[in-house]
T-cell receptor, first 111, second 111 residues
């Protein structure tokens, strides 16, 4: 089945220790998104790629970086996680109709 | 600034009741309105609405858009405990690939 896959599903990292979250898709969608979602809040867009064009939200902290080496994969790097970065990180994709399809998410815990 | 407002913020009903969830939006160059269901994981896509007055239906769920009054409703009939979730509304606009999310309505169905 075509889908959006995120790994790992759960990630525990130490304060200040870099972490990378991954997302892959078999939908062949040209747009990929990274969202941060904290408890009882709406998803907050961090970045998105339209093909290889990177779009950073103005309020995304510099601590967050992203890479999209090819159409299928996208990575979220958190260079120095703080306690406030503990959240669910959602990857989504969209194609020509702009419906966004979400992966299962990675729940990040920072100790 | 684009804005999406959902009401009520939370709703508790008994199994078998019918519920209506509301979503209003103020979005520049509006393209479409999307509904998602989020349980304890990533949002799952329900509907995308682009035209006024045309109801979309999937089982017990239905939704309609009013582009003149800038709102949408999501109806769930004969509710079941499995309908308990946060329902997110999001709007997209022409010119970019992003969604503006509302904060969601938390629906709880009591057996």
């Amino acid at each position: 089945d075509a889908m959006v896959i995120q790994n790992p599903r759960y990630q525990v990292t130490q304060f200040g220790k870099p972490v990378t979250l991954s997302c892959s898709q078999t939908l062949n969608h040209n747009v990929m998104y990274w969202y941060q979602q904290k408890s009882s809040q709406a998803p907050k867009l961090l970045f998105h790629y339209y093909d290889k064009d990177f779009n950073n939200e103005a309020d995304t902290p510099d601590n967050f970086q992203s890479r999209r080496p090819n159409t299928s994969f996208c990575f979220l790097d958190i260079r120095s996680p703080g306690l406030g970065d503990a959240a669910m990180y959602l990857c989504a994709t969209s194609g020509e109709t702009y419906e966004q399809y979400f992966g299962p998410g990675t729940r990040l815990t920072v100790t | 600034e684009d804005k999406v407002v959902q009401s009520p913020l939370s709703l508790v009903v008994h199994e078998g009741d019918t519920v209506t969830l509301n979503c209003s939006y103020e979005v520049t160059n509006f393209r479409s309105l999307l509904w998602y269901k989020q349980e304890k994981k990533a949002p799952t896509f329900l509907f995308m609405l682009t035209s006024s007055g045309i109801e979309k239906k999937s089982g017990r769920l239905s939704s309609i858009l009013d582009k003149k009054e800038l709102f949408s409703i999501l109806n769930i009939t004969a509710t079941q405990t499995g309908d308990s979730a946060v329902y997110l509304c999001a709007a997209s606009n022409f010119g970019n690939e992003k969604l503006t999310f509302g904060t969601g309505t938390r629906l709880t169905i009591i057996p």
